[in-house]
Nanobody
């Protein structure tokens, strides 16, 4: 599976952005699709994930109520809708996919086998 992340950009605090993660080579059926972010000098951080078949989502506490993950009916694109953005949300955002993930491990990068190239999100104050 190849992943292509897009949709990043510069936005003012309080604004919104929607990131997309498109799959090529197959659909996301049977996969978890996760979003992680990494700010300069910091470790990669879990943002949220979606279990594509069921649509069940999991989020980091820092983004709950502001970010929403979804996927299209064809299960080839996943989305990260980011609202009420804060300067501390500034990071490179990565999408990742894996089909051998248990629920207890969804917030860890290691179980995700496939990664997109990252897209920069910058939130100005």
């Amino acid at each position: 599976v190849q992943l292509q992340a897009s949709g990043g950009g510069l936005v003012q605090a309080g604004g919104s952005l929607r990131l997309s993660c498109a799959a090529s080579g197959r659909t996301f059926r049977g996969y978890y699709v996760g979003w992680f972010r990494q700010a300069p000098g910091k470790e990669r951080e879990f943002v949220g994930t979606i279990r594509v078949n069921s649509g069940h989502t999991y989020y980091a506490d820092s983004v709950k109520g502001r970010f929403t993950i979804s996927r299209d009916n064809a299960k080839i694109t996943a989305y990260l809708q980011m609202n009420s953005l804060k300067p501390e949300d500034t990071a490179v955002y990565y999408c990742a996919a894996g089909n051998r993930i248990i629920t207890a491990m969804v917030s860890f990068p290691a179980p995700y086998d496939y990664w997109g190239q990252g897209t920069q999100v910058t939130v100005s104050s």
